[in-house]
């Protein structure tokens, strides 16, 4: 089984809609991180947690809502989602600073 | 304002040769810098960290410079093959976290 999951894969939805993406790691790290990746841009931090009780905005976090439910449970939440959050959506884990482990990503899609 | 610069073309070389990447960066001052490798519709994948007390890391037909005066990290990848094709990123450690640049795509001809 893979150390990271993410759910949906793929996901298509309206403007204004709410949508939350799922991550799970059975790792067993305490940090987890959010992104997205758009061509040319590279990955971008939006949310990071270094434990269950820490959450913090990275770059690009407005319009965007985390939730740390467990150690090994972190979801992204679009509460009103709009095209230019189109994008491709990774979630990480690591262990302290050392290497991070990526899903296999969500490829969203707001029309 | 920060900035992580990688080779701003991809790169296309022959099978065997020694691939070379550059990651310069700007108003950044890393512990440690890090090395993926990402294929098309798939999440990065580690391939090598080096801090900011070394000067060369090594690992197979890898190897990675930092050099913290110029503010440039560079990758290589010996006796290249088909299989080392997709994009290779860099990442800074910023602040406890990574920033990363934007990517070079590295095509290996047979």
């Known amino acids: 089984d893979a150390d990271v999951t993410q759910t949906p894969r793929n996901r298509i939805t309206k403007t204004g809609k709410r949508i939350m993406l799922e991550c799970s790691q059975t790792?067993?790290?305490?940090?987890m991180y959010w992104y997205r990746q758009d061509p040319g841009l590279g990955l971008r931090l939006i949310y990071y947690?270094?434990?269950?009780?820490?959450?913090n905005k990275g770059e690009i976090s407005d319009g965007y809502s985390v939730s740390r439910q467990a150690q090994a449970k972190f979801s992204l939440s679009l509460e009103s989602a709009i095209p230019n959050q189109t994008a491709l959506y990774f979630c990480?884990?690591?262990?302290?600073?050392?290497?991070?482990?990526f899903g296999p990503g969500t490829r969203l899609t707001v029309t | 304002s920060q900035k992580i610069e990688q080779n701003s073309e991809a790169l296309n070389i022959q099978e065997g040769k020694t691939a070379t990447l550059t990651c310069n960066y700007t108003?950044?001052?890393?512990?440690?810098l890090q090395w993926y490798r990402q294929d098309p519709g798939r999440g990065p994948v580690f391939l090598l960290l080096?801090?900011?007390?070394?000067k060369e890391k090594r690992k197979e037909r890898l190897k990675v410079t930092f050099d913290t005066t110029l503010k440039q990290s560079l990758f290589h990848i010996t006796a290249s093959q088909p299989a080392d094709s997709a994009t290779y990123l860099c990442?800074?450690?910023?602040?406890?976290?990574?920033?990363f640049g934007a990517g070079t795509t590295v095509t290996v001809r047979a």
């Open positions: 990480a884990t690591s262990d302290m600073e050392d290497e991070q482990y």
């Open positions: 790792k067993g790290h305490d940090r």
């Open positions: 947690s270094f434990d269950v009780k820490d959450i």
């Open positions: 108003n950044y001052s890393p512990a440690y």
């Open positions: 080096i801090r900011e007390n070394e």
């Open positions: 990442a800074l450690e910023d602040d406890y976290k990574l920033s």
